[in-house]
C-alpha cells in the first residue's frame, strides 16, 4: 500500500491529513515570531530557555488528566474546543509587549501548547479506530512527514515574514492559519463507531494508570517508542554552531541549515524504506539508527560532511517513530486509546528532556564528538531491548 492509496482509500485519514498540515504549520509559524520577539525585549538566556520548556512541558503535565477527557467526550466537539484554543492564544500574543509581560507569554504558550498536545493525541487514538496494521503504520508516517515538513518550511517562511513584515504581521497570518484549520474541520465528518464513557474523570485517570500497570508489553512498548527522544538533538545543534562553526558560517544560518537537512531526512526517508520493516528486522534499524549517529559525531569537525551525517540521522527516525508508535495503537483496547497515547506522549516527551539535559550536562565535560557517540550507543542498547521485547509481541 502505497501514501496515495490510503488516503485515496480512506477520505477522512485525507481530511485529518490535511488538518494536521494547516495546524502543524501554523504551531511553527508562531515560534520565529515569539523568539524574535524575545530578542527584541532583551530577554536573558534563561528567559529564553524557560519559554523553551513551555513549549515542551504541557505534554507532561497534561497527559493523565487529556488522556481521560479524550476517552471520556465525542472527538469532534473536544478537537474543535481545542483548535479554537489554539486560536485564541495566537490572538492573544498580539498583546504582549514588553518582557514585563513575558508571565502573561508564558500561560498564552502552556495553553496553546496544551491545547495542540491534545489535540494531537486526540487524532493519534482516533487513527486505529479507522485503519489498521500497514495501513495503520502508513498512517503514522504520513503525519510524522507532515511535521517535519511543517517544521522546515513553517519556521523558514515565518522567518522571512517576520524579518519583512515584522512580528505582528506574523502572528496574524498565523491567526488565519487556525481559522482555515478551524473551517476545514467543521467540513470534516466522523462516521467511525467510538466507545464514550460515563465514567468520573478521576476514576478514568486511575484505571488508564492501572491498565498500563497490568499489561506489560504495553508498558514495554512505551518505553521502545521513547527512544526515539534519543534523537532530539536540538541542544547539540545549537552548541555545534555556537562552539564549531560560527568561524565558518553565521551561527543561526548554521542552525537553521542543520535543522532544515535533518527534517527533510525524516520526511523522505520512509518514502524509501517503509515497506522493508517489519518485526524481523526492526533490530538492525535501531543499530543503524545507531551508526549514523556515531558517524554524525565523528564528521562533526567540518560544518559541510556534518551536514551529510546529519541526514543520515534522519533518515531512520520516522519509521522507527512511526512502527513503534502503531505498535502501541495495535495491543491498546479502544476504550484506553486516549489515555495511553497521551501517557505515551508523556514519556516521549521525558524522554526529549532528559537527552536534552543529558547532552548540556555532559558537554561541560567531554567533547561533542563523544557526548554523540553516547547517543548512538544508546540504540544498541534499544536494539538489544527490542531483540529480548520481540518475542512477545
Given at each position: 500500500?502505497?501514501?496515495s492509496?490510503?488516503?485515496?482509500?480512506?477520505?477522512?485519514?485525507?481530511?485529518?491529513?490535511?488538518?494536521q498540515?494547516?495546524?502543524?504549520?501554523?504551531?511553527?509559524?508562531?515560534n520565529?515570531?515569539?523568539?524574535?520577539?524575545?530578542?527584541?525585549?532583551?530577554?536573558?538566556?534563561?528567559?529564553?530557555?524557560?519559554?523553551?520548556?513551555?513549549?515542551l512541558?504541557?505534554?507532561?503535565?497534561?497527559?493523565?488528566?487529556?488522556?481521560?477527557?479524550?476517552?471520556?467526550?465525542?472527538?469532534?466537539?473536544?478537537?474543535?474546543?481545542?483548535?479554537?484554543?489554539?486560536?485564541?492564544m495566537?490572538?492573544?500574543?498580539?498583546?504582549?509587549?514588553?518582557?514585563?509581560?513575558?508571565?502573561?507569554?508564558?500561560?498564552?504558550?502552556?495553553?496553546?501548547?496544551?491545547?495542540?498536545?491534545?489535540?494531537?493525541?486526540?487524532?493519534?487514538?482516533?487513527?486505529?479506530?479507522?485503519?489498521?496494521?500497514?495501513?495503520?503504520?502508513?498512517?503514522?508516517?504520513?503525519?510524522?512527514?507532515?511535521?517535519?515538513?511543517?517544521?522546515?518550511?513553517?519556521?523558514?517562511?515565518?522567518?522571512?515574514?517576520?524579518?519583512?513584515?515584522?512580528?505582528?504581521?506574523?502572528?496574524?497570518?498565523?491567526?488565519?492559519?487556525?481559522?482555515?484549520?478551524?473551517?476545514?474541520?467543521l467540513?470534516?465528518?466522523?462516521?467511525?463507531?467510538?466507545?464514550?464513557?460515563?465514567?468520573?474523570?478521576?476514576?478514568?485517570?486511575?484505571?488508564?494508570?492501572l491498565?498500563?500497570?497490568?499489561?506489560?508489553?504495553?508498558?514495554?512498548?512505551?518505553?521502545?517508542?521513547?527512544?526515539?527522544?534519543?534523537?532530539?538533538?536540538?541542544?547539540?545543534?545549537?552548541?555545534?554552531?555556537?562552539?564549531?562553526?560560527?568561524?565558518?558560517?553565521?551561527?543561526?544560518?548554521?542552525?537553521?541549515?542543520?535543522?532544515?537537512?535533518?527534517?527533510?531526512?525524516?520526511?523522505?526517508?520512509?518514502?524509501?524504506?517503509?515497506?522493508?520493516?517489519?518485526?524481523?528486522?526492526?533490530?538492525?534499524?535501531?543499530?543503524?539508527?545507531?551508526?549514523?549517529?556515531?558517524?554524525?559525531?565523528?564528521?562533526?569537525?567540518?560544518?559541510y560532511?556534518?551536514?551529510?551525517a546529519?541526514f543520515?540521522?534522519?533518515?531512520?527516525?520516522?519509521?522507527?517513530?512511526?512502527?513503534?508508535?502503531?505498535?502501541?495503537?495495535?495491543?491498546?483496547?479502544?476504550?484506553?486509546?486516549?489515555?495511553?497515547?497521551?501517557?505515551?506522549?508523556?514519556?516521549?516527551?521525558?524522554?526529549?528532556?532528559?537527552?536534552?539535559?543529558?547532552?548540556?550536562?555532559?558537554?561541560?565535560?567531554?567533547?561533542?564528538?563523544?557526548?554523540?557517540?553516547?547517543?548512538?550507543?544508546?540504540?544498541?542498547?534499544?536494539?538489544i531491548?527490542?531483540?529480548?521485547?520481540?518475542?512477545?509481541?
Amino acid at each position: 500500500m502505497t501514501y496515495s492509496e490510503l488516503l485515496k482509500n480512506n477520505p477522512l485519514i485525507a481530511k485529518l491529513s490535511l488538518l494536521q498540515f494547516i495546524a502543524y504549520f501554523g504551531a511553527w509559524f508562531s515560534n520565529v515570531a515569539i523568539y524574535t520577539m524575545l530578542v527584541n525585549f532583551g530577554s536573558s538566556a534563561l528567559a529564553i530557555s524557560i519559554v523553551t520548556a513551555m513549549h515542551l512541558l504541557p505534554a507532561v503535565v497534561i497527559a493523565p488528566l487529556s488522556g481521560a477527557i479524550i476517552d471520556r467526550f465525542r472527538v469532534k466537539s473536544l478537537m474543535m474546543v481545542l483548535l479554537l484554543s489554539e486560536l485564541c492564544m495566537t490572538l492573544l500574543f498580539l498583546t504582549i509587549d514588553s518582557k514585563d509581560e513575558l508571565w502573561i507569554l508564558l500561560i498564552l504558550i502552556f495553553i496553546r501548547m496544551g491545547s495542540s498536545s491534545m489535540f494531537f493525541s486526540t487524532e493519534m487514538s482516533l487513527l486505529p479506530k479507522l485503519v489498521r496494521g500497514k495501513a495503520l503504520q502508513k498512517a503514522n508516517e504520513i503525519h510524522s512527514i507532515i511535521w517535519s515538513f511543517t517544521y522546515a518550511a513553517g519556521m523558514a517562511v515565518s522567518g522571512i515574514v517576520v524579518n519583512s513584515y515584522g512580528i505582528k504581521t506574523s502572528i496574524l497570518i498565523d491567526v488565519m492559519f487556525f481559522v482555515v484549520a478551524i473551517i476545514l474541520f467543521l467540513n470534516i465528518e466522523f462516521k467511525v463507531d467510538i466507545i464514550h464513557t460515563k465514567e468520573k474523570i478521576s476514576s478514568m485517570i486511575k484505571d488508564g494508570f492501572l491498565y498500563i500497570k497490568n499489561n506489560k508489553l504495553v508498558l514495554h512498548l512505551l518505553f521502545l517508542h521513547a527512544s526515539v527522544g534519543l534523537t532530539s538533538f536540538d541542544t547539540l545543534v545549537t552548541l555545534l554552531a555556537k562552539n564549531e562553526y560560527k568561524y565558518v558560517i553565521a551561527v543561526p544560518l548554521s542552525i537553521g541549515i542543520t535543522n532544515a537537512v535533518r527534517a527533510f531526512a525524516l520526511m523522505i526517508g520512509p518514502l524509501f524504506i517503509t515497506n522493508r520493516v517489519n518485526k524481523d528486522n526492526l533490530f538492525y534499524i535501531f543499530i543503524f539508527q545507531g551508526i549514523a549517529i556515531i558517524f554524525w559525531g565523528f564528521l562533526q569537525f567540518n560544518f559541510y560532511f556534518a551536514l551529510f551525517a546529519v541526514f543520515l540521522t534522519g533518515f531512520l527516525t520516522t519509521t522507527i517513530w512511526s512502527y513503534t508508535y502503531a505498535l502501541i495503537q495495535e495491543k491498546v483496547e479502544d476504550k484506553y486509546l486516549g489515555r495511553v497515547i497521551s501517557y505515551n506522549d508523556m514519556i516521549f516527551m521525558l524522554s526529549n528532556i532528559i537527552t536534552t539535559f543529558f547532552i548540556g550536562i555532559m558537554a561541560g565535560f567531554i567533547s561533542l564528538e563523544f557526548v554523540t557517540a553516547f547517543l548512538g550507543i544508546g540504540f544498541f542498547l534499544v536494539a538489544i531491548y527490542y531483540k529480548w521485547l520481540k518475542k512477545f509481541l
